[in-house]
């Protein structure tokens, strides 16, 4: 499961700043979800390779009073979800009493705690940072977020191992094919599918409401599913094994469908962190819509995570019964208009309540995890490289012309087509756009965003 930080710490302490700087999912992905969050923020980030998510808690106000019950809120359920907590303080404000109580807190904690002390620019940092050793948390680490400084060291000496260790607990997923390589010039197998044997893993997600569980239910409910029995935990999504028409699928559940009748439904249904863990464990991702409500900034935002964490995406606009035809024909406009930056994905109207078009909507889950995961050879890549190019030419860069020679595989999953050439820096952002447009229609690649990588030089 994607670790999860949550970075903790009085208003003011530098929270926002950290955060920025650690994830690479800035303003776009804050997910205000109506009745759950209170200023939190979610980020993707990763350090070498190393996928995690950061929660932003918003900052716990009051000092000395009251600091238990805001504890106890939204900033609590913040850190409960998460596997480990930067606290951070200000370097140059030293130990507030406000610092004191959440340090208190955070020492009753069984979870690993990383002191920051931020701000430490202009200031002498041994000096500074002696002082907060009092809180009793272990090492302070001392940073300046607004300018990077010391955050690549906190990065390599704690957060590094700590976030090796969490995903190695995981069992390591094998690779069904290697990285194709330069060479490999041969015709790729025929026969041969890559991921052939594995099941997709295809998670299901959406704001609270729009019709998950009715949905997976019904999914599960069908006759022609095989569902394996799992066991599920609190935090966690509830991963359901399942076979239909001969292919193997695990489903990952948000909505927590199997544990209804166990635990009282009073129990938050929806977290923002289990959804954010199922995308980024997800092959594909179900996206669903509530066509009663529209769509709104939240579904903007877990659409964005989806696409950042470069996941193959099927979108229902569920609650489709019932409605009459005007409706219908501006829902279908206002989708067009909010969803064309996702042309690639899939979409299907369906009411999950009475199960129509809920069978079509593997076939588009198929076809996007086998776009995924298409092998393609360099042969091909470089021939259709060589098509677009000669159809549209790159543009001169002081009077020379880019010079793009050829193109590999260079992951799945989302594919990624690497480019070489000279100059490739020059390229404009809507070249980047026609190529991978290109490659999309002469692969036939649907469902799955494709990546373009240049590489300069041969
Ligand atoms: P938050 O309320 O904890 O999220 O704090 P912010 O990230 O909004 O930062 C609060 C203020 O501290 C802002 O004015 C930042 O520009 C400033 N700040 C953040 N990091 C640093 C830093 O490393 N050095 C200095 N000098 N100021 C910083
Ligand atoms: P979740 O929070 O996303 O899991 O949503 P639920 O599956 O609990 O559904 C929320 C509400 O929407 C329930 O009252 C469902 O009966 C209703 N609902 C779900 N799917 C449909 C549908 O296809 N049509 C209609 N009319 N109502 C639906």
């Known amino acids: 499961m994607t670790p999860v930080l949550a970075l903790v710490g009085r208003p003011n302490v530098g929270k926002s700043t950290l955060f920025n700087r650690l994830t690479r999912t800035r303003d776009a992905l804050v997910a205000d979800f109506p009745g759950l969050t209170r200023d939190r923020k979610y980020g993707q980030a990763s350090y070498r390779e190393m996928e995690y998510l950061v929660i932003d808690t918003g900052g716990i106000h009051g000092g000395e009073e009251g600091i238990d019950a805001e504890m106890a809120g939204q900033s609590l359920q913040a850190i409960e979800e998460a596997d480990a907590v930067l606290f951070l303080v200000d370097a140059r404000a030293g130990v507030t009493s406000a610092d004191e109580a959440i340090a208190g807190h955070l020492r009753r904690l069984e979870k690993p705690v990383f002191l920051v002390a931020n701000k430490i620019d202009g200031v002498d940092a041994d000096v500074v940072t002696a002082d907060f050793y009092s809180l009793a948390l272990g ?52 026969d041969r599918q890559p991921f052939e044997d594995m099941p997709i893993k295809l998670a299901i997600i959406g704001r609270p409401n729009v019709g998950k569980s009715t949905l997976t239910n019904r999914i599960l409910g069908e006759e022609r599913v095989v569902v394996y029995d799992m066991p599920g935990t609190t935090r966690d999504s509830i991963y359901i094994p399942m076979q239909r028409e001969e292919q193997d699928y695990v489903l990952i559940d948000t909505a927590g469908v199997r544990r209804r009748g166990k635990v009282s439904e009073t129990v938050e249904k929806f977290s923002v962190i289990k959804t954010l863990q199922a995308i980024e464990d997800a092959n594909v991702v179900l996206l669903v819509l509530d066509a009663r409500s529209g769509i709104s900034d939240q579904d903007l935002s877990l659409l964005g ?73 360099t042969s091909m890549l470089t021939r259709i490289l060589k098509g677009a190019v000669e159809d549209h030419n790159p543009p001169m860069i002081q009077g020379r012309r880019i010079k793009l020679r050829y193109a590999h595989a260079g992951g799945y999953n989302p594919p990624i087509i690497v480019i070489h050439g000279n100059q490739l820096s020059g390229l404009p952002e809507s070249y980047r756009r026609y190529l991978m447009n290109y490659y999309r229609r002469s692969l036939k690649i649907m469902g799955t965003p494709i990546r373009i990588e240049y590489r300069e030089g041969d």
Do not use: C
Request: hydrophobic letters at 40%; aromatic letters at 8%.
């Open 139 to 190: 090492d302070v680490h001392g940073i300046a977020a607004a300018h990077g400084r010391g955050v690549n060291q906190l990065l390599e000496t704690s957060m590094a191992p700590f976030l090796a260790e969490l995903i190695e607990e995981e069992e390591p997923e094998e690779e069904p094919w290697p990285d194709e390589d330069d060479e490999a010039e041969e015709e790729p197998d025929a």
């Open 305 to 377: 995570f989806a696409l950042n964490a470069g996941r193959s995406l099927v979108i229902a606009v569920n609650k489709w019964d019932g409605l009459d035809q005007v409706v219908k024909d501006d829902l279908k406009r206002e989708l067009d208009r909010r969803l064309g930056f996702i042309d690639f994905a899939r979409l299907h109207f369906i009411s999950a309540l009475h199960g129509t078009g809920v069978g079509h909507l593997f076939e588009s889950v198929e076809e996007a995890y086998s776009s995924a995961t298409k092998r393609i050879n």
